[in-house]
T-cell receptor
Framework: DTAVSQTPKYLVTQMGNDKSIKCEQN?????MYWYKQDSKKFLKIMFS???????INETVPNRFSPKSPDKAHLNLHINSLELGDSAVYFC??????????????FGAGSRLTVL | DQQVKQNSPSLSVQEGRISILNCDYT??????FLWYKKYPAEGPTFLIS?????DKNEDGRFTVFLNKSAKHLSLHIVPSQPGDSAVYFC???????????FGAGTRLTVKP
């Protein structure tokens, strides 16, 4: 039973399209995150939600919009996709609000390729 | 602004020997450090952590050392096993913000 699951695992799409990646966690965690792993392999935080409330919003284009219908779900919607959006996107969750001494539990990643 | 750096992109070690993975950080506010392990097509999984009040934490074959004055930490795996072959990410966080910073990872290959 997967703790953090994200779909789809692979996504290939054309520039200019709009796409969504869904994430669900069954750990009962309060906080969920989206991380982006770019071509240089760094994992960079994009967003963090605690109990459906946005608590981190890094410098990410407005084309990226997270949505948290409940604390177990955090979806990522991307408008007007660009070539530079190609990356692996990881969803993660943690037990507490402040990452501090928290451990993140990651999903398997969603590889987005924009052609 | 790479506050966490893993300068060795890859490391190859013989089975049974020690693997040492290194990590440097620049932000003196970091007070909690973690190592994550990642297999292909999977997400990173937590391996071991250390708080800034300690300089060593051990869990079975895995030991993390922290040198705060040098802003350096290392992960020792002994003895190394082929199943340890993976990418290892160093991560750091600070109590006063909600961001965990990751290094670019080191790919460890343990040869039988």
């Amino acid at each position: 039973d997967t703790a953090v699951s994200q779909t789809p695992k692979y996504l290939v799409t054309q520039m200019g399209n709009d796409k969504s990646i869904k994430c669900e966690q069954n750990l009962g965690h309060d906080t969920m995150y989206w991380y982006k792993q770019d071509s240089k392999k760094f994992l960079k935080i994009m967003f963090s939600y605690n109990n459906k409330e946005l608590i981190i919003n890094e410098t990410v284009p407005n084309r990226f919009s997270p949505k948290s219908p409940d604390k177990a779900h955090l979806n990522l919607h991307i408008n007007s996709l660009e070539l530079g959006d190609s990356a692996v996107y990881f969803c993660a969750s943690s037990r507490f609000k402040w990452v501090g001494a928290n451990v993140l539990t990651f999903g398997a990643g969603s590889r987005l390729t924009v052609l | 602004d790479q506050q966490v750096k893993q300068n060795s992109p890859s490391l190859s070690v013989q089975e049974g020997r020690i693997s040492i993975l290194n990590c440097d950080y620049t932000n003196s506010m970091f007070d909690y450090f973690l190592w994550y392990k990642k297999y292909p097509a999977e997400g990173p999984t937590f391996l071991i952590s250390i708080s800034s009040i300690k300089d060593k934490n051990e869990d079975g074959r895995f030991t993390v050392f922290l040198n705060k004055s040098a802003k350096h930490l290392s992960l020792h795996i002994v003895p190394s096993q082929p199943g340890d072959s993976a990418v290892y990410f160093c991560a750091a966080s600070a109590a006063n913000n909600n961001d965990m910073r990751f290094g670019a990872g080191t790919r460890l290959t343990v040869k039988p």
